[in-house]
């Protein structure tokens, strides 16, 4: 370890991270210039629709994406150290070390063949380069602190044997295990029945806090969202429109994508009360319009907004909305 | 709105519906009480959300009331009349009732361009090919995709709101009486679900249609439904009017559902989960109640009978069609006519 940041410092910041696919059908820009910063023991809720470049993000971070296929280009820097001049050894650590992800699907995560006591205790001895013993009796450890009832008896058992939400919690154990400095959540609760979501949500509220662990959580769930979340970050085909903490910029959102998406959240709606749909639909990325992507669909369109991609606009206590149009927060 | 009188007729009434699936693994047998004894009716031109969790039986009652798996037991009266099982009886029946599931992309035909697609049906059931092709296009037109640009494209060349609303126009290129939505808008993004479900409330002001609105969104279900059936390991827990329901919720599964909704404001969130693991498998599931081993109401009469299906007893409540079915809630527990925790 070269650089020790001052404690001060974000754990993360993010600086013009682009990223671009190259396709068969062209370059397809899934990341442009994103930027933010992740202060320790923080979460940062990462809401929008399929495309927005969510998951591209989480991805970027944990440097999984294809390199054949993909152009990375900007900052990210974690405790001072540029990931994305990480070579293979500073990977290997960075990857499930440093940095560990959840994603929708456990049994993606898993591999069927092993047990969950083996997958968990392999990764530790890999690691942290302790004895098989001492990475099993770790493995049991992470799955008492996901309050897996017997989890001793667990250790053994295959995942398919696990039920969804047990299944789900023995992930979030695997990704613990090594006591990451960042969690990144790709939709962790999304496939779980409501009672068992609002479950993991909270669970994950609770390991966060007792660990102090910085999180990104990845959600198309405003509500889930509003649960977990310090701070929140919208994205809209690959560009992050408003930031703020989660009760600002839910309750009071001030980009016109962000209210429509609330707007068009429904949340405690009854028969026959109006709702409020954004007209068209998200742009392909491949073509997107010049100016603002979110200008052909927005009601408060200018000229301004095609002429020129909208800068962030800093309104002020770690809040920022990408807008030319002269938006008052909550107005 | 105001409750009408009840009306005499449904447009579908479903009563002591059962399906058990005989799953075979390792020369064993297990009997999967997919649904048991499930009775509902929906009168013409209103909603009824059905929601519940993995394993509730909900799907499979939408199979069971689309004729694609037979039932064990109990009946379907599509506007007061039994649905034979002669061949030609199922085909006018199929044409009555519709589904559109939730894969907008596996329940369109690759092959097929969408106009083809919303033509087959009808065509199938006597449609001329020119008149097939007329109202193709007039439904297209309707679901907001101009024929011009999209008639001639496939399913592929679609995005899946635009999809899922083929989809609709393909059901309703049969002119059914009762449209069965199963998770239909749970795929699609927020902005496109609000516009979807716009377009269903507008076209069932217009045609009258009847629907059974199947979704684990209890947000959307209450904003689409005039009654709500909740279910549970294949029973019908609760019944009644949305508002009441949502409102004041009586069975204590309904209560922990209600509860475990995010609160959608970051300073009153959650502080408790309601109800803790997950829903038990509808193999074997347990005796009287079979909510009672997760029930932190439950009595020793809950484990010994099954729970009639009734009106709630308690102070605040209303007389109106709410059945639940719950000993404790029939016996005037505290909870009932009162809001979720």
């Not at chain 1, 629709?49 to 991805?59: H, M, Q």
């Not at chain 1, 068992?196 to 669970?203: E, P, S």
Request: proline share 7%; with cysteine.
């Amino acid at each position: 370890m070269t650089t020790v940041a001052s404690p001060d410092a974000p754990l993360l910041s993010v600086r013009d991270l682009s990223v671009t696919f190259r396709t068969p059908r062209g370059a397809v820009p899934a990341l442009d210039a994103v930027s933010f910063d992740l202060a320790r023991g923080e979460v940062l809720g990462l809401i929008g629709e399929s495309g927005s470049g969510k998951s591209v993000t989480l991805r970027s971070l944990l440097r999984i994406l294809p390199a054949k296929r993909t152009t990375t280009t900007g900052s990210i820097r974690l405790d001072g150290r540029e990931v994305l001049d990480f070579g293979a050894r500073d990977l290997a650590r960075h990857r499930g070390g440093d940095v560990a992800m959840i994603f929708q699907e456990p049994m993606l995560a898993f591999d069927p063949v092993f047990t969950i006591g083996h997958q968990i205790t392999e990764t530790v001895v890999r690691h942290k380069g302790v004895s098989w013993a001492e990475g099993r009796a770790r493995a049991l450890e992470v799955l008492d602190l996901v309050r897996i009832p017997s989890a001793k008896l667990r250790l053994d058992e295959y995942p398919h044997r696990l039920s969804g939400g047990m299944r789900q919690r023995a992930m979030i154990a695997l990704a613990l295990s090594c006591s990451p400095k960042i969690l990144l959540a790709d939709e962790p609760t999304t496939a779980l029945d409501a009672t068992v979501q609002i479950q993991v949500v909270l669970l994950l509220r609770e390991l966060q806090r007792e660990l102090g662990m910085a999180t990104i959580f990845v959600t198309h769930d405003v509500g889930v969202a509003a649960e977990i979340s310090d701070r929140v970050a919208v994205m809209y085909a690959g560009r992050i429109v408003e930031t703020g903490t989660a009760a600002e910029v839910l309750k009071a959102p001030a980009h016109p994508y962000a209210r429509g998406l609330l707007a068009s959240t429904i949340h405690g709606a009854k028969r026959g009360d109006a709702i409020t749909a954004i007209p068209g639909m998200p742009p392909d990325l491949a073509r997107l319009p010049p100016g603002c992507a979110f200008a052909p669909r927005c009601g408060s369109v200018g000229e301004a907004c095609r002429a020129a991609k909208p800068a962030a606009r800093d309104l002020g206590g770690g809040r920022a909305v990408a807008c030319v149009v002269g938006v008052e927060a909550g107005a | 709105m105001t409750e009408p009188a009840r009306p005499p007729e449904a447009a579908l009434e479903v009563v002591g519906l059962a399906k058990t699936f005989h799953q075979r693994s390792g020369g064993v047998t297990r009997a999967v009480q997919a649904v048991t004894d499930v009775s509902f009716r929906v009168a013409p031109g209103r909603t009824l959300g059905i929601v519940g969790e993995s394993g509730c039986g909900k799907s499979t009652t939408a199979r069971l009331v689309m004729g694609l798996i037979e039932p064990d037991r109990g009946d379907i009266l599509l506007a007061g009349r039994e649905v034979g099982r002669r061949a030609a009886e199922l085909k006018a029946f199929r044409r009555r009732v519709q589904m559109v599931f939730q894969d907008s992309a596996a329940s369109l035909n690759p092959r097929l361009t969408i106009e083809a697609s919303i033509m087959f049906g009808p065509m199938v059931h006597g449609v001329s090919r020119a008149e097939a092709k007329t109202r193709a296009h007039r439904l297209l037109d309707r679901v907001g995709l101009d024929p011009a640009r999209f008639a001639g494209r496939y399913p592929h060349e679609l995005s899946g709101g635009q999809r899922q609303r083929v989809n609709i126009a393909r059901a309703l290129a049969m002119e059914p009486e009762i449209v069965i939505l199963d998770e239909s808008v749970s795929a699609l993004d927020k902005s496109i679900e609000a516009q979807v479900l716009g377009l269903l409330a507008d076209l069932q002001a217009e045609m009258g249609l009847t629907y059974l609105f199947i979704s684990h969104d209890l947000n959307v279900v209450r904003w689409i439904s005039d009654e709500v059936m909740v279910m549970y390991l294949g029973r019908v827990v609760e019944i009644g009017p949305a508002e009441t329901l949502f409102a004041a919720p009586a069975h204590p599964y309904t209560r922990a559902l209600l509860a475990s909704m995010p609160s959608l404001d970051p300073e009153a969130r959650t502080l408790a989960a309601p109800i803790s693991g997950d829903p038990p498998s509808p193999i074997d599931p347990p005796s009287g109640c079979r909510f009672h081993p997760r029930c932190v109401h439950a009595a020793a009469t809950c484990a010994a009978t099954v729970p009639e299906m009734g009106p709630p007893v308690g102070e605040g409540r209303l007389e109106d069609q709410h059945r639940v079915a719950c000993h404790m809630a029939a016996a005037g527990a505290a909870w009932v006519g009162g809001p979720t925790p």
